[in-house]
DNA sequence: AAGCCGGGGAC
DNA sequence: GTCCCAGGCTT
């Protein structure tokens, strides 16, 4: 158990502290569950400023539980467009479907009830519970780790998944009578504005009398957390075609995994060597291309793109090409070559094969699945990642050549 | 326990 | 460049 003085202190000070002033906030100005429960999905891993243009939005389109559940995928999907975790959208409107069919449109102000909704995990299940029914259950997110691993001296982990049900419990205990939801916001808004991750502004803290970390100079020092991983690098050859129409080649991504269901411009991973060599990187993607049964041949570079996740690096190079066309017997004749493809002599000779071949594939020709035509309506009307996205801004606004980096 | 899953702001 | 953000899901 921890020191009944400063745990007392630090609930009731911390608490005096957000009630005399605190940010106003969008979602802040009702106790509207479903408001409380949006915003709180957008805030996984997500910045306050970051979120609040998107959840204004977001409640102007959908103001109700069951105006997101009979909504389009498409719509909710583009809402979401640049806010990343993409898998957030579609648990939401899982939830909200769920919720529609289950509790009549409301959100249950009940502990299993919410903790069992798609998308909602230990920390989300607290901050609804807490902020929109005044619960007693706490709602531990980053902000609350550092700010109770200082005041406390906690030299846990924070990177490790135990340290956070530890923290849970004793935040827990924290929790002043009655005052559930305005004590949970207010650890985070002390992490937010003033428990920061460097540089913490002791001086101005309203716990700062008791705070075991700047009592014994080790506020800089705490909270321990391993180190991430570095994303890992992955080249990519992507390909912009353009028919007699202006309009662009896309395709959409699968249901699952990275970016789902998102749209982009076709394109291929690439070993270093290929990618980076403009004299094999045409070939590589013909043969790439030609084993999905679509024909493509390059007309020159146009950029690059680079884009960073949590677990990968992309370096995007993006080609021009033409002469699309679809035919099931190049894919067939394809397959046979790629199992020569060992090496860059082994990609140039089998594009060079294909290339002779091409002229008899089928012109008319039907697309791959998932891919399409797109417009300047249609771009705008897609949800992209922000990669494609600046792209064919860039493309369909006409403003100078591709030769530069996006 | 570790990996997967975005994007951006602050330093 | 680094860190990390009102985390959750899957294996």
């Not at 884009?307 to 090409?321: C, D, E, K, P, Q």
Request: hydrophobic share 40%.
């Amino acid at each position: 158990m921890y020191e009944s003085v400063a745990a007392e202190a630090f609930s009731r000070e911390l608490l005096a502290w957000y009630r005399r002033g605190n940010r106003d906030l969008p979602w802040r100005r009702s106790k509207n569950p479903y408001y409380i429960w949006i915003s709180e999905i957008m805030l996984q891993q997500t910045r306050v400023d970051t979120v609040i243009p998107y959840f204004n939005r977001f409640i102007e389109r959908f103001p109700t539980v069951r105006d997101l559940a009979e909504a389009p995928e498409e719509d909710v999907l583009k809402l979401w467009e640049g806010l990343g975790y993409y898998s957030r959208a579609r648990n939401l409107q899982a939830a909200a479907k769920e919720i529609a069919e289950k509790h009549g449109g409301e959100i249950p102000a009940d502990k299993a009830a919410v903790s069992g909704l798609k998308g909602v995990g230990p920390y989300t299940s607290g901050a609804i519970l807490s902020i929109a029914f005044n619960l007693p259950e706490p709602a531990v997110d980053g902000n609350v780790m550092r700010v109770l691993s200082r005041y406390f001296c906690l030299e846990e982990d924070i990177a490790k998944p135990a340290a956070r049900v530890g923290i849970e419990g004793l935040a827990r205990e924290l929790i002043p009578e009655g005052a559930a939801g305005d004590f949970n916001q207010a650890l985070m808004e002390l992490g937010a504005l003033v428990c920061t991750p460097r540089s913490p502004h002791c001086l101005t803290c309203p716990v700062m009398e008791h705070c075991a970390a700047r009592l014994s100079g080790r506020q800089e020092e705490l909270p321990i957390k391993t180190k991430a991983k570095k994303p890992k690098p992955q080249h990519r050859l992507a390909v912009l075609i353009e028919d007699a129409n202006g309009r662009v080649l896309a395709r959409q991504r699968p249901e699952q995994g990275l970016l789902a269901r998102l749209w982009e411009l076709p394109h291929i991973e690439a070993p270093l060597e290929a990618w980076s060599n403009d004299d094999v990187a045409p070939g590589w993607l013909a043969t790439t291309f030609a084993l999905e049964g679509m024909n493509v041949r390059t007309t020159g570079f146009l950029g690059d793109a680079e884009h960073v996740f949590s677990h990968l690096h992309w370096f995007v190079r993006i080609w021009g090409a033409d002469r699309v066309s679809f035919d099931r017997a190049i894919r067939d004749d394809m397959a046979g070559a790629a199992a020569g493809l060992l090496g860059e002599e082994a990609v140039r000779e089998s594009a060079a094969s294909y290339e002779r071949d091409e002229q008899s594939a089928s012109e008319a020709g039907e697309l791959p699945a998932g891919y399409r035509w797109i417009d300047r309506e249609d771009f705008e009307r897609l949800a992209w990642p922000n990669l494609f996205r600046k792209i064919l801004s860039e493309h369909f606004s006409r403003e100078g050549d591709y030769d530069q980096t996006f």
